[in-house]
C-alpha cells in the first residue's frame, strides 16, 4: 500500500535528530532527504557520510530507533549547465549515488538538468516554443537532446555500480524532462533504471492532467511527490500559463504551488491516487510543501491532511 512521506528541507531549520521526530511526531515513518544538488543538504551530509562508516552507522542508527526509513535520496539540480557549478552539481549526484548504495538506498530523485543551446553557449537554454522557427531552434533542441542523453548514460552506469535499482526523474519545467513524453523519451535513451518522479503541481502548471499522463508512464512511476498547484484566477486568462515571477510574488503571479488541497479539490487527488495504485504504483507518496501562502507548519498539517483522505492505502 501507499505510504506516507516527507521531503524534509522543508524542516532544514532543526537539527537531524530534531527533524525525525518531528516527523514522527506527524505520523510518518519515511523521509526523503537531499544528498546532493541545490537542496539543502541539512540532514544528511554527504561528504562527512562518504567519509566514515562510523558516522553512517551513527546516522542509521537515529532512524532505526525510531522505526523510520529513507524514502528516497534527492538530488535535483542541473548537470549539464556548462559551468563550474554545474560540474559542482554533477559531482553531487555522482556522490549522492554512492551515499545511496552505502547506506542500502535503492531509489535517488533527480531532474534531467537542462544544456546550453549550442557548444560554446554556458546559458542553459528551455525551448517553450516550436522548433519550426527561428531556424536555429532545432539544431539547438537536437544538441540538447544529445547532451543529455549523454550524461545520463553515464550516471546510469555509475548508479547500477553503486546498487541504484531507480532513477526517478522529477519532470520539471526549466529542464529537459518536463512532460510524460520528454520523460519516455530518455527512458528509451537510457534504460529502464530511469522512471519518473510524479509531480502532479509541475504538470498542472503546464496545463497537462497528471492522471492523463500517469497512464501514459504506466510502469515508469518509480515516485510520487504529493504537491498540488494552483492556476490563479483571472491572471491565466491574460498571461497564460509560462509565469518568470519569483515565487515570492505569489499575489501576482498566474500560478502558485500550494498545500495539498488548495489547488486541486480532494475528489481530484483521490482519483488521482487510485489511478496511479491501478497502474502499478505501491510505494511513497513524499510531501513536499512548498506553499508561500502559509505558514511551513500550517502547509505541512494541511497537505498531511489532504493526503491521508485520499492516498490509496
Known amino acids: 500500500m501507499m505510504k506516507l512521506a ?10 537531524y535528530p530534531d527533524m525525525l521526530d518531528k516527523v514522527k511526531s506527524l505520523g510518518i515513518d ?6 546532493g544538488g541545490w537542496g539543502a543538504r541539512k ?15 551513527a546516522f542509521l542508527a537515529e532512524l532505526e530507533k525510531r522505526g523510520m526509513r529513507i524514502s528516497a535520496l534527492n538530488t535535483s539540480c542541473n548537470p549539464t549547465w556548462p559551468s563550474e557549478t554545474g560540474k559542482e552539481y554533477a559531482r553531487s549526484m ?14 535517488i530523485v533527480a531532474m534531467a538538468g537542462l544544456p546550453a543551446g ?64 520528454t520523460l519516455l ?8 533504471i530511469i522512471g519518473i518522479n510524479l509531480d502532479p503541481s509541475h504538470m498542472m502548471i503546464l496545463g497537462a492532467d497528471p492522471i492523463a499522463a500517469a497512464r501514459a508512464l504506466k510502469g ?11 492556476i490563479e484566477r483571472g491572471l491565466a486568462d491574460v498571461d497564460g500559463l509560462l509565469e518568470p515571477r519569483p515565487v515570492t510574488d505569489s499575489a501576482e503571479r498566474v500560478w502558485n504551488y500550494v498545500a495539498v488541497g488548495c489547488g486541486k479539490d480532494l475528489q481530484w487527488w483521490k482519483e488521482f491516487f487510485s489511478v496511479v495504485h491501478m497502474l502499478g504504483y505501491d ?30 492505502q
Not at 30 to 35: D, F, K, L, N, P
Not at 159 to 171: D, H, P, R
Request: charged share 25%.
Open 6 to 15: 516527507i521531503c524534509t528541507d522543508v524542516f532544514a531549520e532543526l537539527s
Open 94 to 107: 555522482y556522490d549522492c549515488a554512492e551515499l545511496a548504495g552505502k547506506l542500502g538506498v535503492k531509489k
Open 283 to 312: 510505494g511513497d507518496v513524499s510531501l513536499e510543501m512548498e506553499d508561500p501562502t502559509m505558514t511551513v507548519d500550517a502547509g505541512v498539517n494541511t497537505s498531511i491532511d489532504a493526503l491521508r483522505q485520499t492516498i490509496s
Open 118 to 181: 549550442a557548444p560554446g553557449d554556458t546559458t542553459p537554454n528551455w525551448i517553450t516554443s516550436t522548433v519550426s522557427w527561428p531556424d536555429f531552434m532545432a539544431p539547438a533542441y537536437e544538441y540538447q537532446w544529445e547532451v543529455t542523453i549523454a550524461f545520463w548514460k553515464e550516471f546510469a552506469k555509475h548508479c547500477q555500480k553503486c546498487g541504484v535499482e531507480q532513477i526517478a526523474i522529477e519532470e520539471f519545467p526549466g529542464t529537459m524532462v518536463w512532460s510524460a513524453s
Open 185 to 192: 523519451k530518455l527512458r528509451e535513451a537510457v534504460g529502464d
Open 220 to 230: 515508469c512511476i518509480y515516485h510520487v511527490h504529493g504537491k498540488d498547484a494552483r
Open 30 to 35: 519515511a523521509v526523503e532527504m537531499t544528498a
Open 43 to 57: 540532514h544528511c551530509n554527504t561528504s562527512e557520510l562518504l567519509s566514515s562508516r562510523e558516522k553512517r552507522e
